[in-house]
């Protein structure tokens, strides 16, 4: 069995992360998304009975978009002209359609693309931009970025082939949601999962914002 037909632990604890620790990132959330909700609904049904794996409840589903730093390590007032940038880049991104299909297995999640990708990544460009204007550096890689959303992080090693088996016997229709902002929000990972509070919740397409932080 190689690397690639096992699962990993996916919450060890990252360089610079431990309980408490706090982070700024930009995601794409759903919490108005019923047909993304029902989709994620039918994937944790199937994947239940599968041990090693914590399921993502509708509150915490999101798509990772660009990290910007840790709380107390970039000033405030950096993080709020971050935000404000952003709406000016995001105004001209307009919102759009996305589909969820069949979700794959990851060594540390269960996955979902999201298709079309161009737009998401329109996104996230725009984000950068921003924070390039702001910051001396942006964080993180251009180009190392696949959209996508998680039902479930790997909390264990073992055999992937269980949750390959679990999604196969799921029928379950593609979802669609409707992209209208992106979601500047204060991230932590101390229970298992990643929970967050909104900090900026930037629409696209639209030259308004409304900071939360």
């Not at 992080?153 to 209208?180: D, E, W």
């Amino acid at each position: 069995m190689t690397a690639a037909d096992r699962m990993r632990d996916h919450w060890y604890w990252r360089p610079g992360w431990n309980v408490g620790r706090r982070f700024y990132t930009w995601h794409l959330t759903f919490e108005e998304q019923q047909d993304v909700h029902r989709f994620a609904a039918a994937y944790r049904t199937a994947l239940a009975p599968v041990d090693g794996i914590d399921l993502i409840p509708d509150r915490w589903l999101h798509l990772t978009m660009q990290g910007i730093g840790f709380v107390g390590e970039i000033a405030s007032a950096d993080v709020r002209a971050i935000a404000d940038a952003a709406t000016q880049h995001l105004a001209q991104v307009p919102a759009f359609d996305a589909a969820f299909n069949t979700p794959v297995v990851d060594p540390e999640a269960i996955l979902v693309p999201i298709d079309p990708a161009a737009p998401v990544r329109a996104v996230r460009d725009a984000i950068r931009a921003a924070i390039g204007e702001i910051l001396p550096e942006v964080p993180e890689s251009a180009e190392d970025f696949t959209p996508h959303v998680s039902i479930g992080y790997s909390n264990a090693t073992g055999p992937t082939q269980p949750f390959a088996t679990a999604l196969s016997s799921a029928k379950v229709a593609p979802a669609h949601a409707r992209i209208t902002h992106a979601e500047l929000i204060v991230i932590h990972r101390d229970n298992r999962m990643y929970e967050w509070e909104s900090f900026a919740r930037v629409p696209l397409g639209s030259p308004t914002t409304n900071h939360r932080g």
